[in-house]
């Protein structure tokens, strides 16, 4: 029986594209045409004749049109491979290529988008265009996957396509062992741009730590906000509190999860953070922004803390680290673990095919 051709359209150096290739390889027989290039995990486990790469210049802030410029060149890739299931990852650049590609070329395949957040909690709210492509899309899918609730709502609203929630998740639970925490280590690896608010992140950790001097919060990641962040540990005399360590590798950001007992994330707005969840997976005790993906999995004072108007006490949560740990593993474990996600993902395919 001839294995099912899946073809996804996306950013194939993003570890987020690679972390679903890794799953569907699995399955079906993959195929990738990439924007960019190739993550070089990616190199060698997909044959050269299954990847195509665009090689384009494309921006994480947006503005990419050139994406749609490609749509001759991908029609053809398409009609080559004849592929049976297209899944394309953002939907207002590389999911509009793979409906528009499917509704003016007839193609018979069943076309999935996957929603990343902002793409519909950000992107169509800039203007009547990008709100225009966005139904397009939606309403072109035979299926569209979100991973937050909240935004699966929103694409409710939108088409009346079939919608798959499911996290992004972890590959596997971590081995934890509670005895590796240091009680005084905060830790905070979002991006140092404007929606995750680190500012917001040294000004609690301040008021949270101000009487402990054996307190020390390092923040990893890169973002434009850098510099204006650092100068502001420095007007608020934190230099011997905060670190700022750039970019981090797997191996570096597991180890902060290990050892750190708080975890930051407080952005304005997203859908399912995969940090989020490697945090509690990783046993840390989550302190997060009072936006509804995150009250999706975190409640405040039983599994972490929500920061609100209320008055925050670490010392009411670390009496409960232990209970707060085992809470979360358990969470994790039933509900985001990737590869169980995918499972699930596959049988609703095999349905509709």
Not at 81 to 96: A, E, K, R
Not at 268 to 274: G, L, P, R, Y
Request: aromatic share 10%; net charge neutral; hydrophobic share 40%.
């Amino acid at each position: 029986m001839r294995k099912i051709k899946y073809l996804f359209i996306g950013d194939a150096e993003s570890v987020h594209l690679l972390k679903w290739v890794r799953e569907i390889v699995k399955y079906a027989d993959v195929y990738i045409i990439s924007t960019r290039g190739l993550h070089p995990e990616l190199k060698g486990s997909i044959s050269d004749s299954h990847c195509f790469l665009l090689n384009l210049d494309i921006k994480s802030s947006g503005g990419n049109s050139k994406v749609l410029f490609q749509f001759f060149r991908v029609n053809r890739i398409i009609k080559m491979i004849m592929p049976d299931i297209v899944n394309t990852h953002y939907l207002t650049s590389h999911g509009f290529l793979g409906a528009l590609v499917k509704k003016v070329s007839f193609k018979k395949y069943l076309l999935v988008s996957s929603a990343w957040g902002s793409d519909i909690m950000v992107t169509p709210q800039k203007n009547y265009l990008y709100r225009w492509l966005t139904r397009f899309v939606l309403n072109t899918s035979d299926i569209v996957t979100s991973d937050a609730l909240v935004m699966s709502a929103i694409i409710q609203k939108l088409t009346p396509a079939k919608v798959l929630t499911f996290s992004f998740g972890l590959q596997e639970m971590p081995e934890f062992e509670g005895e590796e925490k240091d009680s005084n280590l905060f830790f905070s690896n979002r991006a140092l741009s404007e929606n995750y608010n680190i500012d917001k992140v040294i000004y609690l950790f301040q008021r949270l730590t101000s009487n402990n001097n054996s307190a020390h919060l390092v923040i990893g990641n890169s973002g434009n906000k850098e510099d204006a962040l650092q100068q502001l540990v420095a007007r608020l005399g934190l230099e011997q509190k905060v670190t700022f360590i750039g970019f981090m590798t797997q191996q570096d950001q597991t180890e902060y999860y290990r050892r750190s007992m708080f975890y930051f994330t407080l952005p304005t707005s997203d859908t399912t953070s995969v940090s989020l969840l490697e945090a509690m997976a990783w046993g840390c005790i989550p302190i997060v922004s009072d936006i509804p993906a995150n009250l999706e999995w975190i409640e405040d004072g039983i599994n972490g803390i929500v920061v609100n108007n209320n008055n925050i006490s670490i010392q009411e949560v670390m009496v409960k680290h232990k209970g707060i740990a085992m809470i979360n593993r358990r969470i994790i474990a039933e509900r985001a673990i990737f590869s169980n996600s995918i499972e699930n993902y596959w049988n609703e395919l095999m349905k509709l095919l």
